[in-house]
T-cell receptor, first 109, second 115 residues
Framework: GQNIDQPTEMTATEGAIVQINCTYQ??????LFWYQQHAGEAPTFLSY??LDGLEEKGRFSSFLSRSKGYSYLLLKELQMKDSASYLC??????????WGAGTKLIIKP | GAVVSQHPSRVICKSGTSVKIECRSL??????MFWYRQFPKKSLMLMAT?????????EQGVEKDKFLINHASLTLSTLTVTSAHPEDSSFYIC???????????FGPGTRLTVT
């Protein structure tokens, strides 16, 4: 079966750095997305990785290792508005998105 | 980025009535649109995949006669919840996909409450 694992909840302090991990086992791989979702709102796109390595975009970076079936989202200089759920999603061999359950990130002052 | 609109954003209806939700891709042609349902504090649950001009593909456990999906054009898909019941109350989100890199652009969601 297909499976995406990410922690259910994480807590971090404003101004700090947090890393949210995602491991996957899917039938095929055509890329991995990270989305941010605030409560009561639809997800918004953060990053897309299809090749191994680190992609940096402002305060957010995303890393992929295809051989390990592993990705992480790194958030720097945390702000209170970063409190949200972060969803990992993998594009499988049929080009369908397989969703993780999401990681709820709580930022404390 | 691409914009997807969804209407209405909130709807309250009485049990037994039907509700139609529209999803539009505003600045691109979406050959494929997806309908998701999300329960509080849960991840997205894919209900169905719709391709323009053809019948929707429903996920296991989703009643196609209850959740009618129409993808009549490259920019519009509709979800009709027929004979709604209180257990159908949920957050319904649509997304539209471009061909490459298969990113999905999400609509803002529709909060359905059935009384």
């Amino acid at each position: 079966g297909q499976n995406i694992d990410q922690p259910t909840e994480m807590t971090a302090t404003e101004g700090a750095i947090v890393q949210i991990n995602c491991t996957y086992q899917t039938s095929g791989f055509n890329g991995l997305f990270w989305y941010q979702q605030h409560a009561g709102e639809a997800p918004t796109f953060l990053s897309y990785n299809v090749l191994d390595g680190l992609e940096e975009k402002g305060r957010f970076s995303s890393f992929l290792s295809r051989s390990k079936g592993y990705s992480y989202l790194l958030l720097k200089e945390l702000q209170m508005k970063d409190s949200a759920s972060y969803l990992c999603a993998v594009v499988d061999s049929n080009y369908q998105l397989i969703w993780g359950a999401g990681t709820k990130l709580i930022i404390k002052p | 980025g691409a914009v997807v609109s969804q209407h209405p954003s909130r709807v309250i209806c009485k049990s037994g009535t039907s509700v139609k939700i529209e999803c539009r891709s505003l600045d691109f042609q979406a050959t494929t649109m997806f309908w998701y349902r999300q329960f509080p504090k849960k991840s997205l649950m894919l209900m169905a995949t719709s391709n323009e001009g053809s019948k929707a593909t429903y996920e296991q456990g989703v009643e196609k006669d209850k959740f009618l999906i129409n993808h009549a054009s490259l920019t519009l898909s509709t979800l009709t919840v027929t004979s709604a019941h209180p257990e159908d109350s949920s957050f319904y989100i649509c997304s539209a996909r471009e061909e490459l890199p298969y990113e999905q652009y999400f609509g803002p969601g529709t909060r359905l409450t059935v009384t």
